[in-house]
């Protein structure tokens, strides 16, 4: 298996993940856990798989110097336009992560890497390199697929064939990932490199809300609601996703 990039499915990707509650509710996590974890000055950020921009963008809205590597060309494309709108620069490179070392001479204050390991054909081969690319005073920021959350839905959906054949790969042509991670597997491997400061879960009631009541909350109270939920202690490791913001050792 090889790693997973969005050239064909940009546009798709958009309207999927960020047209609706589903992507409010995750910038709004990120943003909440960034705010409160960062300095007050400007950093020196990269972002890798940055997709669309949209977290780049809200960084460089606040006055941080951003770089952009994302090796699918539609979607930096449709980065570029997202900043250009908005009257913000930044730096762009088109490029996987394998190349990231050969291309970025210093470390950066902020490294974000956020849904990218769970479409990786290796999840953990990512892991030094991103840092060697953290500054050691910096902070990662690493946001993905839980597959604890997954095992969850597909226990209260009775999906238990599924479960017994451990069959949790998305679709090849569909937007889920193709490694939900083991958020102990992933510690584990982060042990000793990192240490890990804050965890949050990315939506951790509304993917399982039944959807006429979904359709019914006003997206302020959903967004309130994660954000109050998003670290308690029976409820935030049934995020969808995980965000950790680490420190390197």
């Not at 336009?81 to 050969?102: K, N, S, V």
């Not at 990315?202 to 302020?220: C, G, S, T, W």
Request: proline fraction near 6%.
């Amino acid at each position: 298996m090889s790693d997973r990039h969005f050239d064909e499915l940009a546009t798709r990707f958009a309207e999927k993940i960020y047209g609706g509650a589903k992507g409010a509710i995750r910038l709004a996590v990120l943003q909440a856990d960034l705010a409160e974890a960062l300095p007050d000055r400007p950093l020196r950020v990269l972002d890798v798989g940055a997709g669309l921009g949209h977290m780049s963008l809200w960084l460089a809205e606040r006055g941080h110097q951003v770089t952009l590597a994302e090796p699918a060309e539609p979607m930096l494309a449709g980065a570029r336009e997202r900043f250009a709108a908005a009257g913000q620069a930044a730096t762009f490179i088109q490029a996987p992560w394998q190349d990231l070392l050969g291309q970025l001479t210093e470390p950066y204050d902020l490294v974000i890497c956020h849904a990218v390991l769970e479409w990786l054909a290796e999840p953990h081969s990512i892991l030094p390199v991103l840092h060697q690319l953290t500054a050691p005073e910096g902070w990662l920021s690493l946001a993905f697929y839980n597959k604890d959350a997954l095992i969850y839905r597909n226990l209260l959906k009775g999906h238990f064939r599924k479960l017994r054949k451990a069959e949790f790969a998305g679709e090849k042509q569909s937007l889920t990932p193709q490694r939900p991670l083991d958020p102990r597997e992933l510690a584990a491997q982060l042990d000793g490199h990192w240490q890990v400061e804050s965890q949050s879960g990315v939506r951790v009631f509304h993917d399982y809300m039944p959807p006429e009541f979904q359709l019914k909350a006003e997206l302020i109270d959903l967004l309130e609601m994660e954000l109050a939920y998003r670290r308690h202690p029976s409820f935030a490791g049934l995020g969808r996703y995980l965000h950790w913001v680490c420190r390197p050792r």
